[in-house]
């Protein structure tokens, strides 16, 4: 087959016949005429186009972005959005486990508080002697900080909604947890006082690098309003708050934040909230 290929590349310019002769018949069945340059020129040019139209499935397909460098630029865009959003996720994720973990904290504080208070019992009256007792106190009286009743007394109760906005502001964006967006945003004015949506107590104040100063508030009805970007901060963790009572001022902070906003949360039993249904005008 290789001398045979060599004859026809030396005599490629020259005109040669084929005859295809068949063994059962005397005379030759068929003939042709050829020149070998012309089958040359042929295969060369259908290799030509086998190569380019692989190198157009290439180019439109995802793998021709890599292997021609098209559209780095868009790459690399598509790739810091899904780093930002799996960043957006596992921050959500460690407030999720932060609040558990302060509930948890809170109820078994509460069940402890309230088991050593029913066990304490002033001290009785002496044999013999007189004391004075509260009417309807019985023989002995139980004392419980004002502060314990009042959180106690909170976390009890449903909080009030519909309420107005924690902020005076716009909607800049609305409730989105399928992008990890489990909030909305309003933008205000920097330095601008944010208020507390309901009573409840502070159970985390802290400083992230995606979302600058957070504050978390535990409300009854195992609600809790979480408060982020903040420029500042009025409360600590274990204070009270009344609806209304100012939590700190709006800020820029944090890598996640575009302009001066509050972004504003609302869980229950763990499951995100949509904070427009909880507001009274948008």
């Known amino acids: 087959m290789l001398d045979f290929l060599k004859q026809l590349f030396n005599k490629r310019k020259r005109e040669l016949g084929i005859v295809i002769y068949d063994d059962r018949e005397p005379e030759p069945s068929t003939s042709y005429r050829f020149r070998p340059a012309k089958l040359l020129y042929l295969f060369c040019g259908l290799l030509v186009i086998s190569i380019l139209l692989v190198g157009l499935v290439l180019w439109s397909s995802p793998l021709g972005e890599i ?13 810091i959005g899904i780093s930002q959003r799996v960043d957006a996720l596992q921050d959500s994720l460690n407030a999720r486990e932060m609040q558990l973990a302060q509930i948890k904290k809170l109820i078994r504080n509460d069940s402890s508080n309230s088991t050593e208070k029913e066990k304490a019992v002033v001290k009785l009256p002496n044999e013999g002697a007189k004391q004075q007792t509260p009417a309807g106190a019985g023989q002995g009286a139980i004392t419980l900080k ?50 507390a949506i309901a009573d409840g107590a502070v159970i985390n104040q802290s400083w992230t690098m995606n979302y600058g100063w957070v504050l978390l508030v535990q409300h009854g009805s195992d609600y809790i309003s979480i408060y982020k970007h903040a420029k500042t ?49 948008l």
């Not at 504003?264 to 507001?279: C, D, K, M, S, T």
């Open 67 to 79: 292997l021609f460098a098209r559209n780095t630029q868009k790459l690399r865009s598509r790739a």
């Open 146 to 195: 004002k502060g314990e009743l009042a959180i106690r007394g909170l976390l009890r109760e449903k909080p009030l909604f519909s309420t107005d906005l924690p902020v005076d502001g716009s909607l800049t964006r609305q409730f989105e947890p399928e992008r990890g967006h489990f909030g909305i945003d309003i933008a205000s004015s920097k330095g601008r006082s944010f208020k």
């Open 233 to 281: 901060l009025s409360k600590s963790i274990g204070d009270m708050v009344l609806k209304g009572d100012v939590l700190g001022t709006v800020g820029d902070t944090g890598i996640m934040s575009s302009g001066p906003h509050l972004h504003l949360e609302i869980w229950r039993n763990g499951v995100p909230q949509n904070p427009e249904f909880y507001f009274i005008e």
